[in-house]
T-cell receptor
């Protein structure tokens, strides 16, 4: 069984550009989470999908961030326009149920220059 | 609101020595508590979790943690460190919704475990 897959593994973009991160959860996992770790700080929760619905998006930093989960399968996280402070590692995780183990992807390292 | 404090951004122990990584949490409701490990260039891997069952939780790779409500602690231990344990360790907490479901994880800042030969 494939694990959680994130694309790309690294992305370097200029300030003001748009970037889209993708997460493919484990097949059959209804719950999908996005987290972010800014360098030197803790991993912060961004949002939680249950199937295609946003269960909790309280951690999204601002309206430059847009997350979608088409058909309850893969998810994308778009940053538009990117700012320097958006740099960090973006993790995706998925779980079958809300009280079952969440499996993490390897993360996407985003650098905004 | 919930929070997690991990004492020590770096902990160094000798191979074969006891590993103790400290974690204290705050939560307004009974928490779920987790320890994750991240090896270089890999994603986070669950070591163990506490979900209101036994207070002493055993995880993978010989790690265990004890939930102490009176101390609001969930320290991670391993009797004998191995070189392969060198990694970054994260303590995390989540809360269960009254109607079922749980919110996202709140992480501590992480602790780098360094194993000296």
């Amino acid at each position: 069984e494939a694990g959680v897959t994130q694309f790309p593994s690294h992305s370097v973009i200029e300030k003001g550009q748009t970037v889209t991160l993708r997460c493919d959860p484990i097949s059959g996992h209804d719950n999908l989470y996005w987290y972010r770790r800014v360098m030197g700080k803790e991993i912060k929760f961004l949002l939680h999908f249950v199937k295609e619905s946003k269960q909790d998006e309280s951690g999204m930093p601002n309206n430059r961030f847009l997350a979608e989960r088409t058909g309850g399968t893969y998810s994308t996280l778009k940053v538009q326009p990117a700012e320097l402070e958006d740099s960090g590692v973006y993790f995706c995780a998925s779980s079958r149920g809300w009280n079952t183990e969440a499996f993490f992807g390897q993360g996407t390292r985003l650098t905004v220059v | 609101a919930q929070s997690v404090t991990q004492l020590g951004s770096h902990v160094s122990v000798s191979e074969g020595a006891l590993v103790l990584l400290r974690c204290n949490y705050s939560s307004s409701v009974p928490p779920y508590l987790f320890w994750y490990v991240q090896y270089p260039n890999q994603g986070l891997q669950l070591l163990l979790k506490y979900t209101s069952a036994a207070t002493l939780v055993k995880g993978i790779n010989g790690f265990e943690a004890e939930f102490k409500k009176s101390e609001t602690s969930f320290h991670l231990t391993k009797p004998s460190a191995h070189m392969s344990d060198a990694a970054e360790y994260f303590c995390a907490v989540s809360q269960m919704y009254s109607g079922g479901g749980a919110d996202g994880l709140t992480f501590g800042k992480g602790t780098h475990l360094i194993i000296q030969p």
